[in-house]
């Protein structure tokens, strides 16, 4: 079973903190109401008037707006109404807060798609209460369809990620895996071994998130495990001509052809113990040395899947010794969300993470010491990573 189905059902359920993104040019308002929302467990976010929400809005979406109808310069009306037609911000869910409530502004307000049209007066435990009861109400509708579909999907036999990682003699393989908000995404693992020798293994990250970069990376995954049997049925095992096949048929397919994706690749040959890897827009490779008690990283030169017919791929042979490990990760584990807005932090993750490194039982206590426990608390992306070692 991968980790990923082992985490607990207050790890897997964790609910995140709501965002409420606030506008009023009333600054008494914009107090009284944060504390309100901040002291019920949610994040406000301030405007104080529609441009300013509208920076807002480009550094993170929330997950309800609630906005006053009366500011200066563009009202509330005609906020709500430019939201609806940028296909980004449409469907955030929408609440009037303002102290203009005669009966043809409530019903204007409602028209424009509003889920509710709250009068100022209206005590703070009531406005707090209608934005609970709403997102509780989304909370639940969210977890019925992700237990349809996933059962779809486990009916269909469609794994992402396999359910198990194989035995390799000399080596320990595991990974762990977070999708996100438990939606399948696009990050995909596949391990494949081919004539009792080589053993393949998959990382990728299909761009984008939940159903639909999942739907796509089975097309990817069908094109890897296809180039990588007629290559080696061929007697090439390299890596790079691997990957130079996958993507010269993903290049020329118009179907995959747009969707982006990045692709690590290592084949292990415990016959020499050696590995090969090529990789394509992929993070580096993390490797840590036994022999010099470093952590290291193996870049690799290859664009991301189809962005070129050529696709520039390089190929990294090395021996590994006892103790060494070798990390390999998606970018969900290095992405945060920051006031600013999303952050990409690989060294400070290296940092994290080299010092679990380097003893008998790192994955473990990378699993069970809640590293990866509290990136899967903050994780604005599907997660993934692959753990090699050599034991002997």
Request: charged residues 25%; glycine residues 6%.
């Amino acid at each position: 079973m991968p980790y990923s189905e082992k985490l607990t059902p207050e790890l897997t359920n964790m609910p995140k903190r709501p965002k409420i993104l606030l506008v009023d040019d009333s600054p008494l308002i914009l107090m009284v109401i944060g504390q309100a929302l901040e002291k019920e467990g949610f994040i406000s976010r301030k405007a104080s008037n529609v441009e300013e929400a509208m920076t807002a809005l480009e550094n993170e979406i929330p997950d309800l707006i609630l906005s006053d109808y009366q500011m200066p310069g563009t009202d509330g009306f005609a906020f709500r109404q430019h939201l609806m037609t940028v296909p980004e911000y449409k469907n955030i869910p929408f609440m009037f807060l303002t102290s203009v409530t005669d009966h043809a502004h409530m019903i204007a307000g409602i028209s424009l798609d509003a889920i509710d049209y709250i009068d100022k007066d209206t005590p703070i435990v009531v406005i707090i209460s209608k934005i609970n009861n709403f997102l509780n109400s989304i909370r639940e509708r969210h977890e019925h369809t992700i237990r349809e579909l996933s059962s779809a999907a486990i009916a269909l036999n469609l794994y992402s990620v396999p359910q198990e990682m194989p035995r390799i003699d000399g080596f320990e393989i595991d990974f762990w895996h977070k999708s996100f908000e438990n939606y399948p995404g696009g990050d995909f693992i596949d391990v494949l071994t081919i004539n009792n020798r080589y053993t393949f293994i998959i990382l990728g990250d299909v761009m984008g998130k939940k159903w639909g970069a999942w739907f796509f990376s089975f097309g990817y995954l069908s094109y890897i495990r296809a180039a990588v049997r007629i290559c080696v049925s061929e007697g090439d095992v390299s890596t790079k001509s691997i990957m130079q096949k996958i993507n010269s048929v993903i290049y020329h397919d118009p179907v995959v052809s747009d969707v982006l994706s990045t692709l690590s690749l290592v084949r292990i040959d415990p016959e020499n113990e050696t590995l090969s890897y090529t990789g394509a827009g992929d993070l580096p490779l993390l490797y840590f040395s036994s022999r010099e008690n470093k952590l290291n990283r193996i870049n690799s030169s290859g664009l991301l899947l189809g962005i070129s017919k050529e696709g520039g791929f390089d190929e990294h042979l090395f021996t590994m010794q006892p103790g060494d490990q070798l990390i390999m990760i998606t970018d969900g584990l290095i992405d945060k969300e920051t006031p600013a807005g999303k952050k990409t932090d690989l060294n400070s993750f290296i940092d994290e993470i080299e010092k679990y490194l380097g003893k008998t039982n790192s994955f473990a206590t990378l699993k069970y010491d809640g590293f990866l426990n509290e990136k899967a608390r903050e994780q604005i992306d599907d997660c993934s990573l692959i753990f090699i070692q050599k034991n002997s």
